[in-house]
């Protein structure tokens, strides 16, 4: 599971802890209001209105509390680019973790409708993507695209209780010393190549926890210790050269969705490893 396309780095984004109106989102991702296509799109080009998907998905109680849109070159591309937005469930806001709806999207032929499930864990304000365990629905801007796109949202309802099966079933998990570094040391590997960056840091790092309720042995409570650490950053080490650094957080959007995917894996894996 990834996204469809890419976003930069720098691209326009808001996050907000309570749920987005139309105008701030507006502000940030115009291109989420489009009302047709773009003009180079042809004729066997279907569109997709996110507004009337983000419409209907607030009638089930999923509110919109991150927007991102791709940054352009040309003027005219603004109102019709890629965009992406993460609802939570308004039953859900004051719980621990919240359940996520990923919506990506465009009008200018950039990228493809999509849909995916993450969790979303309110101690670290952190987006945790789950991995093969629930749905990622893609649907192409051709043919009969309202009846995939109503589908494909109960689809990733319907995934989230095989994501919450696999959260609980980690939480029955428990590593030793020796089990947590290993799957440290593989995290590590996740996010830093050895043919090209030296990772900086250690496993001990990685799995510090940054708060008490977080030091715990079980393996969902490892997960969640490494991937905030690895995705946040803020870690002091040394590179190859002996240098001092700090690691730096990831901020692109699609390489922090392939992180938090491969990191679900991973304890997956060991959540299946262990119980067998």
Known sequence: MQLASRFAPRSPVLRSAR???????RRVAPSIFAEDKHGSRSERYCYIPTVAVLTELRKEGFQPFMVCQTRVRRDDRREYTKHMIRLRHASQINGREANEIILLNSHDGSSSYQM?????????ENGLVCGDTVADVRVPHKGDV???????????LEGFERAEASREAMQAVTLNEAEAEVFARSAIALKYDEADTAAPITERQVLQARRYDDNRSDLWSVFNRTQENLIKGGLHGRNRNGHRQKTRPVQGIDQNLRLNRALWLL????RQLKAA
């Open 19 to 25: 749920p987005l109106v139309d105008d701030q989102i």
């Open 116 to 124: 995916l499930a993450g969790m979303f864990r309110f101690a670290c």
């Open 146 to 156: 309202a009846g995939h796109v109503i589908e494909g949202a109960y689809e990733v």
């Open 267 to 270: 304890a997956d894996g060991l």
